[in-house]
């Protein structure tokens, strides 16, 4: 990191998995559940394709889109009763299941959790959410008394050292 303080040890965790989508309740009475989708690949819920949840695979035996969420039906999720059994499961794939993606850019499990430090060295907080607006991200840092929410732009976010969980920010005046 390229920066003149020591932050302290980070409790960042890195994830080993992507969360993908979570299963936000049952759809009719044959096992269906509908799933509300955390990635902008759709193919991750094509048929015959794995997902985990709960330290189990479930494979995926047929899905269509409906009003914005995936209508899946997994092998041995037969009944209503099995499918209610799964509900708020988060579903994930392998870290090696995501692609690469180019310099300077990061998934939102990447960046969640990380330390957030100015640039003077000062303590800002970790990423509890992440906001999407359209033109960039907010990144939501909280600590233990305060708030802040940080724009993920360029002149603002110096440094995202994923290794050691530490984001150093250039805030604009005013913004704390």
Not at 2 to 21: H, W
Not at 126 to 146: A, E, F, H, M, R
Request: glycine residues 8%; hydrophobic residues 40%; aromatic residues 10%.
């Amino acid at each position: 990191m390229n920066t003149e303080f020591a932050p302290r040890k980070s409790r960042y965790n890195p994830p080993d998995v992507a969360i993908v989508g979570v299963v936000v309740g049952a759809w009719g009475y044959e096992g269906e559940v509908k799933v509300q989708s955390h990635t902008d690949n759709p193919q991750r819920f094509s048929r015959g394709n794995y997902l985990m949840a709960n330290g189990r695979a479930f494979k995926i035996e047929r899905n269509r889109w409906h009003k914005g969420l995936a209508l899946t039906k997994f092998h041995e999720v037969d009944t209503r009763e099995d499918a209610i059994c799964i509900q708020g499961f988060e579903l994930s794939v392998p870290l090696d299941q995501v692609p690469s993606l180019s310099s300077d850019n990061y998934y939102h499990f990447q960046i969640i959790g990380m330390e957030v430090w100015s640039i003077e060295g000062d303590f800002l907080g970790t990423v509890q959410d992440i906001l999407s607006t359209g033109s960039n991200d907010v990144y939501v840092v909280q600590d233990s008394k305060s708030e802040v929410l940080v724009p993920a732009i360029k002149d603002v976010i110096l440094t995202v050292d994923l290794d050691d969980g530490h984001i150093t920010v250039d805030l604009p005046a005013g913004l704390l």
